[in-house]
């Protein structure tokens, strides 16, 4: 199975416990290490860091949602995220939002977007304060939940909780964003 970089997880495991301390460490030299050397130079990441060959798995394409979450954890784990975050606006807006799917030069291979990568986009650019872009994103997700058949999901047709679980934690950290 899967398991994901949480920084924030692993920065409270290892105050409570020291055992934790490298794999927190561990766990920030992947991230400073899992950028995918593309042709076009692109900010993309590796999603898969086989343990016993100790090396990434190589991808035909991006999960995008995948991507957002290594993105969150580097901005954690301050590491320098500005290229991360000019890619992200820049595909933003020439597709008119974000997709599930991308290949390796930042061309959409899926048309199908959800909740869960607009709240992780918003999560990301609330960090950044960056309002504009905030009011693009909470465009997109209007449009998302405004679709009568399924709030949460645009060409694919299916629902997940795991979308409507990540737009709530994005409205509790806007208003956590405000209270500060």
Do not use: W
């Not at 899967?2 to 920030?28: F, G, H």
């Not at 030069?105 to 905030?134: C, H, M, Q, R, W």
């Not at 679980?165 to 806007?174: A, G, N, Y």
Request: glycine share 4%; proline share 2%.
């Amino acid at each position: 199975p899967r398991q994901y970089i949480d920084i924030v997880a692993l920065s409270i495991l290892s105050q409570m416990n020291k055992r934790y301390e490298d794999v927190l460490k561990n766990s920030i030299e992947l991230l400073k290490e899992c950028k995918i050397k593309t042709e076009n130079n692109l900010p993309l990441c590796y999603e898969v860091f086989n343990v016993k060959n100790k090396k990434f798995e190589k991808i035909k394409e991006i999960n995008t949602l995948t991507y957002l979450i290594v993105v969150y954890n580097k901005r954690f784990a301050g590491l320098n995220i500005e290229e991360d975050l000019k890619f992200l606006k820049e595909i933003f807006k020439r597709d008119g939002g974000l997709y599930s799917k991308y290949d390796l030069v930042g061309n959409p291979t899926s048309k199908i977007k959800s909740t869960a990568i607009y709240a992780y986009l918003k999560i990301i650019f609330l960090k950044e304060k960056d309002d504009e872009f905030i009011k693009k994103i909470d465009q997109e997700i209007k449009v998302l939940l405004s679709d009568k058949r399924l709030p949460v999901s645009e060409g694919e047709g299916k629902l997940y909780s795991f979308d409507l679980l990540t737009l709530l934690l994005s409205d509790l950290e806007e208003k956590n964003e405000k209270s500060d």
